[in-house]
């Protein structure tokens, strides 16, 4: 027996709506800066190399969280875990608003990374709470949370920070972590894990789950690559579009950032085809979708209507094969063990983290020294990657 018998599954329509929710505000704290670093930089004096920093900083905390924070949800009690990170997260992001030098604030952006992993600890909460036949659903649901904070959050700081400042954005933002803190201390039921393992033997033990895990390592490798398209995609569009081909204001930027979110509805059906035994067509489906997506724009006139309908109807689609790539394989993660799920997770995040990490990199040189059409050409080549990989997958099983 590997936990508590009080912690026997149970997760109704309503709290699934709550780790929704809550997974949507805690990760949006991960991209408000990315369009504001400009106007935080300007404020603070930062160089060109430190304003950089604001977004990187924050990825590589939230890198850090994924390693040494959400392993402990396989180690203590997952509802103060989740809780203590929200707190903390908001205080982060207290100094961050308050801020008044570059050193300050970018220390304030490596915490906000690293606490905001509380978000992929309540995902695999859900996971533990959803009986069998329906985890699937229950974790696609939860995801689609996520991943509409994901979309949103750059969309709404920008609107935000148009109407007041950027200080008004972490200030708001701040405020929402301590409710949400609150409101989850009280309505999220408590989780004691069981394990035998120190928080040394967490550590240690995470390089071997990767080596004798083939399940997590397929499934890592092929949302990596799915990321990194994402990454590259959300990247470079806003340059493509505000370049003289398009010539959009950041208002209209924003706007079409809005409509990616529509690839979000993807996250309860990929979890109902995985409940039904359906993992491998429905990958199979994602990879070539998220590929085909990019091809879709390079059937039109650039800078033409038809050419933006076809940008903003490509990120609809490559927004939903990743969506549907990220629930497909939290899934399959998922039923490996229940006193695993938090480093299995972490593992899983880490990995898709870092390709969405260098598939942004990739894309910057590639717009600046091919446009749109080697930018392009490079983010429907990693899918494919990814498809030829899968391609090896005979009887491995999801």
């Known amino acids: 027996m590997n936990e508590t018998t009080s912690d026997a599954p149970t997760i109704g329509a309503g709290l699934t709506i709550v780790l929704a929710a809550a997974c949507g505000l805690i990760v949006a704290n991960l991209y408000y800066a990315q369009p504001l670093a400009g106007p935080i930089g300007a404020t603070l004096g930062m160089s060109a190399e430190l304003t950089g920093l604001i977004v990187t900083?924050?990825?590589?905390?939230?890198?850090?969280?994924?390693v040494f924070l959400v392993p402990l949800g396989d180690l203590v009690e997952n509802r103060l875990l989740i809780v203590t990170l929200v707190v903390l997260a908001a205080v982060s992001l207290g100094i961050a608003a308050l801020a008044a030098s570059a050193t300050v604030f970018l220390a304030a952006s490596l915490l906000i990374g690293m606490t905001c992993v509380a978000a992929q600890v309540l995902v695999p909460l859900a996971a533990h709470m959803a009986p069998e036949q329906i985890r699937g659903r229950v974790v696609g649901n939860v995801v689609s949370g996520l991943l509409f904070g994901i979309m949103l959050a750059r969309p709404v700081a920008s609107l935000i920070a148009d109407a007041a400042s950027w200080h008004a954005v972490f200030v708001l933002s701040a405020v929402a972590m301590f409710a949400l803190a609150a409101f989850l201390w009280f309505r999220l039921p408590q989780r004691?894990?069981?394990t035998r393992l120190g928080y040394g033997g967490l550590?240690?033990?995470?390089?071997?789950?990767?080596?004798?895990?083939?399940?997590?390592?397929?499934?890592?490798?092929?949302?990596?690559?799915?990321?990194a398209a994402f990454s590259l995609f959300w990247t470079v569009t806003p340059l493509y579009l505000t370049g003289p081909q398009f010539?959009?204001?950041?208002?209209?930027?924003?706007l079409f950032a809005l409509a990616g979110v529509a690839g979000t509805i993807a996250s309860p059906i990929a979890g109902r085809l995985?409940?039904?035994?359906?993992?491998?067509?429905?990958?199979?489906?994602?990879?070539?979708?998220?590929?085909?997506?990019f091809a879709l724009t390079f059937l039109a006139e650039p800078g033409s209507t038809a050419a933006l309908t076809l940008l903003t109807i490509a990120a609809i689609l490559l927004d939903y094969g990743v969506t549907t790539g990220l629930v497909?394989?939290?899934?399959?993660?998922?039923?490996?063990?229940?006193e695993q799920r938090s480093r299995l997770n972490g593992l899983f995040i880490a990995s898709f983290f870092m390709g969405g990490a260098l598939g942004s990199a990739l894309g910057g040189w590639a717009f600046a020294h091919g446009g749109w059409p080697l930018a392009g050409a490079l983010g429907a080549a990693m899918p494919l990657?990814?498809?030829a990989y899968f391609?090896?997958?005979?009887?491995?099983?999801d």
């Open 57 to 66: 900083l924050t990825q590589i905390g939230y890198g850090l969280g994924l």
């Open 328 to 338: 497909l394989g939290q899934r399959a993660i998922f039923a490996l063990g229940q």
């Open 192 to 194: 004691r894990p069981y």
């Open 203 to 227: 550590i240690a033990s995470m390089g071997a789950l990767v080596t004798s895990t083939p399940v997590l390592r397929r499934r890592a490798g092929y949302q990596a690559c799915l990321f």
């Open 391 to 397: 391609a090896t997958e005979f009887r491995a099983r």
């Open 274 to 293: 995985a409940d039904a035994g359906w993992t491998r067509p429905a990958t199979a489906f994602a990879l070539i979708l998220a590929a085909g997506s």
């Open 247 to 254: 010539g959009l204001t950041q208002r209209g930027v924003a």
């Open 385 to 387: 990657l990814a498809l």
